[in-house]
């Protein structure tokens, strides 16, 4: 037997075994399956441009060796590349969520960057810290945006073209093995001083609508776009994953979270192709400017705030527009997701 037979009945069958362990017999079978089709598909392919160029078919058998070797190699490196890239983002270099302490000579704040889904972990780490300002009489300024009437929401929903499911963190969390943003671990910490700064429903829909008048003066929002909705094709992902590949679903998943929030070039390309980049801007450039004009004129002279990760540097930029002095003077990083796959 020749040595690529032999490699590829090696490679081929490592993959069946490793799909036997992760899903079962069914999916061997369609494994096996899957390689008779596209052997059957690429061999005709093969024997038409053979036939069309007038040149001497290649024998089936013959065939089979190449085009089996190819494609567990092919396999091979794919699962490596993957391999890697999952050891990479989330063991060698996961992200982190910068804590940072801005100042102007006149207030000091300190900007918790967020995700809304991490790790237990870091949101202990970022409640220790809320605890030990507080100790020291700074106040909280938390980001939250509040409910609006049943017509709004659904004018929200239909504009950023999701489903926003008020439990759709919770549910991407178990894809992700971790933990939804629970802001009520960061309230009452050794004082009440704790205040919401952000916007309604309600609020983003004026300014929308306020926005994209010629758009919307005569059609409604309504007939935009159909709405997705991703809580359900979460849910039903879950309920047909069985446990190891959930596991191995969350191995990717982490890995994948790790690499967004360390790319922002990326992170926006893919929230511009999934939200309505009109609504997009209102979610965050005009709520950039709600907690910059808080921090402002709010009469302390020590903000600690814990805002979503996208709108640091927008209000940071209004902050330095409004007075030059305003810096980063120190940066702190934390793991989004520590102790992985524990």
Known sequence: MENKNIVSILLLSSFAALLFYISGWVAVLEFFLFLALYAAIFYGAW?????????????????????????????????????????????FYPATLPLYTLS???????????????????????????YQ???????????WVRPGSSENEDKFNQALWIDFAPWLYDNLSELYWVVAQDNDMFLWLVNNKDYNIDVSIDDIIEIYEEKNKNQTQNSSLLQNKNVVD???????????????????????????LNFILKNEGFRNKMLELAWNPDIFSVIVEDRNKVLANA???????????????????????????????WKIIETKNYNVISDPWM
């Open 104 to 130: 102007n000579w006149e207030k000091t704040v300190h900007f918790q960057t967020m995700s809304h889904i991490a790790s237990q972990a870091f949101y202990l780490q970022v409640q220790s810290n809320i």
């Open 133 to 143: 300002a507080k100790k020291n009489n700074w106040v909280l300024f938390f980001e």
């Open 47 to 91: 024997s038409l441009i053979n036939f069309f160029r007038k040149t001497t078919r290649t024998d089936i058998w013959e065939f089979l060796e190449k085009f089996f070797f190819r494609l567990s190699l092919s396999l091979a490196i794919t699962l490596s590349l993957v391999v890697t890239f999952v050891f990479y983002h989330t063991i």
């Open 295 to 325: 921090i402002l004129e709010s009469e302390e002279s020590n903000i600690f705030v814990i805002y979503w990760l996208m709108h640091f540097s927008g209000v940071l930029k209004i902050l330095q527009s409004n007075d030059p002095n």
């Open 230 to 256: 991703i809580n359900w094709d979460v849910i039903k992902v879950l309920s047909e994953l069985n446990p190891r590949e959930l596991q191995l679903i969350r191995y990717f998943n982490q890995s994948f």
